[in-house]
Every structure is written in structure tokens, then in C-alpha cells.
């Protein structure tokens, strides 16, 4: 709807399962962001890729692990997840990553672990 | 506590009312964003103030800044039963970080 695809978009994973979420834009940006929004919390930025390099590591766990093989997609591996980490996760992209660049979101992926 | 934190955290008005909701923040910032999230969905960009603007329009929107007083507010003029969604402030600091910081959100319902 955006120009920024992400699949799935629900996910029901076991504490103990590898799983990946996949996020695409077809914007042209340079930048791409993961965000975690969980109930009654503010949007938390994970992770920042610009041209294709890490950016910003947000003291994200060692259970997300993040992947940008090109500048249109952007992955995030996730592995012996915790409950908790059950939230909805979105990416962003942007044309550039700098302060007045719009962010362009996806629809979300809906994670549930058990 | 966070940076950008809006006000009301909810707010239910009827179609054709105006809807105002504000946005405090802590530190000094450089512009400020807000954005909409309609229910379990992706945000959408509505609007980007700078530290150096008082007021920007965009269409029914409108947004002021505060620098004094680090708030914001944005006004929804005659709204409508599809601008029911969540409103987010996010504000991107002056040497600090190279990041977006988002605020708990308001939630309108705007009633047909």
C-alpha cells in the first residue's frame, strides 16, 4: 500500500523455532529501518541500515538478528524467541537515512510466540 | 521518561468536530514528525515541522511547534469517520542519536 511490502503478515512461533520476517520496498531509499511495537508502549526502533550497512543497533537482543542484502530488502532472523517478544514488527524505508527524510512504513508482520 | 509523549491518550469526537492533540517533548530537537497508524497497520507520514517553523498546514492539518514550551500540536479540522486512528509525535534530536523517537500516541475515534 506504501511501496513497502513485509511477509508474513502473522506469525505464530514456538520459543524454540528459527523464523524469518521479510521486508521489501520499491521506493529507490537508501535506508531501511525494523521497528518493534508492543501493546502500550511507544514504537521502539530496532535497527538501521544505510546502503545496505548497519547504522544503528538499538541494544537489540542477540535473538533478532537483522540482514540487508541489498538496499530493497531487509530481513530479520529471529531465533529462541520469548514470550515477549511478541509485538508487531514493522519496517520503514527512507530515501536517505537523515533527519528530515520521510519514513515510508509497511503493514506490519504480527508476531505471537508461545 | 520518553521523548515525545502525546496528549490525550484518547479522544472521541463527533464527524465534523475539530480534534486537537499535543505532543511534549524533552530535549532540544532538530524537526518534528507526526504520523498516523490506523488500527494493527503500517504509519503513514502525515506532516515535518522544523525547529525554525511556528505552523505548517496540509490540507485539514495542522500542526504547531513550541519550541519554548517543546511541544506541538496537531488540529484535525472537520473531521471525518475515516480519520479514526492512532496519532503519533516523533521527534529527531539534536546530537543524539541519529534516530526517530516516537511517542505512546493518541487514539481518535472520530463518530459518524
Known amino acids: 500500500e506504501t511501496g513497502v511490502t513485509q511477509t508474513p503478515r502473522h506469525l505464530v512461533m514456538g520459543m524454540t523455532n528459527k523464523k524469518s520476517l521479510k521486508c521489501e520496498q520499491h521506493l529507490g531509499h537508501n535506508a531501511m529501518y525494523w521497528y518493534k511495537q508492543s501493546a502500550k508502549k511507544p514504537l521502539e526502533l530496532m535497527f538501521v541500515?544505510?546502503?545496505?550497512?548497519?547504522?544503528e543497533n538499538n541494544s537489540v537482543p542477540s535473538r533478532f538478528s537483522p540482514e540487508c542484502p541489498n538496499s530493497s530488502h531487509l530481513f530479520l532472523h529471529l531465533h529462541t524467541l520469548q514470550p515477549e517478544d511478541s509485538a508487531l514488527y514493522l519496517c520503514?524505508?527512507?530515501?536517505?537515512?537523515?533527519?528530515?527524510?520521510?519514513?515510508?512504513f509497511g503493514p506490519g508482520t504480527r508476531l505471537t510466540v508461545t | 521518561s520518553q521523548q515525545g509523549e502525546e496528549d490525550p491518550q484518547a479522544l472521541s469526537i463527533q464527524e465534523g468536530e475539530n480534534a486537537t492533540m499535543n505532543c511534549s517533548y524533552k530535549t532540544s530537537i532538530n524537526n518534528l514528525q507526526w504520523y498516523r497508524q490506523n488500527s494493527g497497520r503500517g504509519l503513514v507520514h502525515l506532516i515535518l515541522i522544523r525547529s525554525n517553523e511556528r505552523e505548517k498546514h496540509s490540507g485539514r492539518l495542522r500542526v504547531t511547534l513550541d519550541t519554548s514550551k517543546k511541544s506541538s500540536s496537531l488540529l484535525i479540522t472537520a473531521s471525518r469517520a475515516a480519520d479514526t486512528a492512532s496519532y503519533f509525535c516523533a521527534t529527531w534530536k539534536n546530537n543524539a542519536g541519529n534516530m526517530l523517537t516516537f511517542g505512546g500516541g493518541t487514539r481518535l475515534m472520530v463518530k459518524p
Open positions: 520503514a524505508s527512507s530515501q536517505d537515512w537523515t533527519r528530515d527524510a520521510e519514513q515510508y
Open positions: 541500515y544505510s546502503l545496505e550497512e548497519r547504522v
